[in-house]
């Protein structure tokens, strides 16, 4: 209860601070936090477009969204589900598509038991309640950056196609269960505060925070899921400041000066570096991730730098990485980062 009452009056704060910064508001919905990945990458091509603090078109840019026609979701058909030993029906390139026609498929419906348990974050059962899908439900948002999706026997299907499994696993939302990562980059520098160069590809260095998640041991950037009714960058805000600074284990002198940093780095020019669908492995046939993913460059190393990191509940690690093509990332957070290096023309 502790735990809850200083998180809450800290983001309390900090809703207010962003919105007299003219943060942008969306309505998103939660999910559970932890997930595994599969060890093939699927990666895609993605714009960015320049956002600042004032601005109110962080949820609205024109970021392109993955196409239609793109290539299959890999990783959703993770031949194991994550966190148990629940099997997908293996399902072939050529099935995924909804359009394609597949009588005997018929997949294992499959809700993982913390999900069952019906969490504050989590949808009932299907058949106990009506959700209103591709539209703002309450506090709940189940529209999709994909565009609207078709709903059968009162379930959405996953935009992308099957994925070999029904039912939501370890999402908490039927249909799209929305999350934001914050990608937080600065420049490598020398003793003297020049930038360093990499030896073969002479373009500067950039460094990102990036943290050791807990559940499956790989780097990732620090995301999170978006409450009902919350702002996405207050999702930014909260997940970075939870996950690479621990604020909520600060005295209350200290998360002062984390929100005042914070707020600085976030209310300067930024890049949505990605709006869409997530080939995550915890997607099923009803249930999926979309995010977006949204870089704050600490250009001149006197803001977040100047902070001291440290790994929160839900990472093993934190610290700052090379941005580097060599550096193995979680999901396909090192597509992120290559877009990011492109446009800060930075090493990749």
């Known amino acids: 209860m502790v735990h809850f009452i200083l998180r809450r009056n800290w983001i309390g704060s900090v809703r207010v601070a962003l919105t007299l910064l003219g943060f942008p508001y969306i309505v998103c919905s939660p999910g559970l936090r932890p997930a595994l990945s599969c060890s093939s990458v699927h990666f895609f091509s993605q714009t960015l477009k320049p956002i600042s603090g004032s601005s109110r078109n962080l949820c609205t840019s024109s970021v392109r ?35 394609v026609k597949w009588p005997q498929y018929h997949p294992v419906s499959h809700t993982d038991p913390s999900v069952a348990k019906k969490p504050a974050w989590a949808d009932p059962d299907i058949s106990s309640f009506s959700p209103k899908f591709n539209t703002v439900d309450g506090s709940v948002d189940r529209t999709s950056f994909e565009g609207n999706y078709v709903v059968e026997n009162g379930k959405p299907l996953n935009p992308r196609g099957r994925t070999g499994l029904a039912g939501r696993g370890l999402l908490g939302r039927w249909g799209p269960n929305h999350a934001a990562d914050p990608i937080v980059t600065r420049w490598k520098l020398d003793a003297k505060g020049a930038k360093i160069h990499h030896s073969v590809s002479k373009k500067p260095i950039l460094q990102f925070v990036s943290i050791k998640r807990k559940d499956c041991g790989e780097w990732a950037i620090p995301g999170g899921m978006v409450d009902p009714g919350e702002q996405v960058s207050v999702t930014l805000l909260r997940e970075f400041s939870e996950e690479a600074l621990n604020s909520l284990a600060s005295p209350p002198a200290e998360r002062a000066k984390i929100s005042e940093r914070i707020v600085k780095l976030f209310n300067s020019q930024g890049f949505q570096v990605y709006k869409g669908y997530v080939d995550d492995p915890r997607n099923t046939d009803n249930a999926w991730m979309e995010t977006i993913a949204v870089n704050f460059h600490d250009e001149q190393g006197n803001s977040v730098s100047e902070l001291q990191l440290q790994a929160g509940d839900d990472a093993g690690q934190v610290q700052w990485v090379d941005v580097d093509s060599s550096f193995p990332l979680y999901a396909n957070h090192s597509h992120f980062l290559e877009e990011v290096a492109k446009e800060r023309k930075a090493h990749w």
């Open 65 to 99: 969204a993955m196409p239609s026609s793109a290539a299959p979701h890999v990783k959703s058909r993770c031949p194991e589900y994550p966190g148990g030993k629940v099997k997908r029906l293996p399902v072939s390139d050529a099935q995924v598509a909804w359009s």
